[in-house]
């Protein structure tokens, strides 16, 4: 089964997608000045609305 991602920016979370449309789409937000984070699938489940933490890493 082929793993599927979501986008999550300050303002929704995008329906699941493949890796490298997820790439792209942040590619795009990016240009757009659009902060966006790739999540898993099972991973945007659990985030709640208004509980998003952004990665310390980025």
Same mark, same amino acid.
């Given at each position: ?11 929704? !979370? $995008?329906?699941?997608?493949?890796? @490298? *449309?997820?790439?792209?789409?942040? +590619?795009?937000?990016?240009? &757009?000045? !659009? $902060?966006?984070?790739?999540?898993? @699938? *099972?991973?945007?489940?659990?985030? +709640?609305?208004?509980?998003? &933490? ?5």
């Amino acid at each position: 089964m082929e793993k599927r991602y979501v986008i999550r920016t300050d303002a929704f !979370i $995008s329906e699941p997608m493949s890796r @490298e *449309e997820a790439i792209q789409q942040v +590619k795009n937000y990016d240009q &757009q000045g !659009i $902060s966006a984070y790739i999540v898993s @699938e *099972e991973e945007s489940k659990r985030i +709640k609305p208004g509980e998003f &933490q952004t990665p310390k890493w980025s």
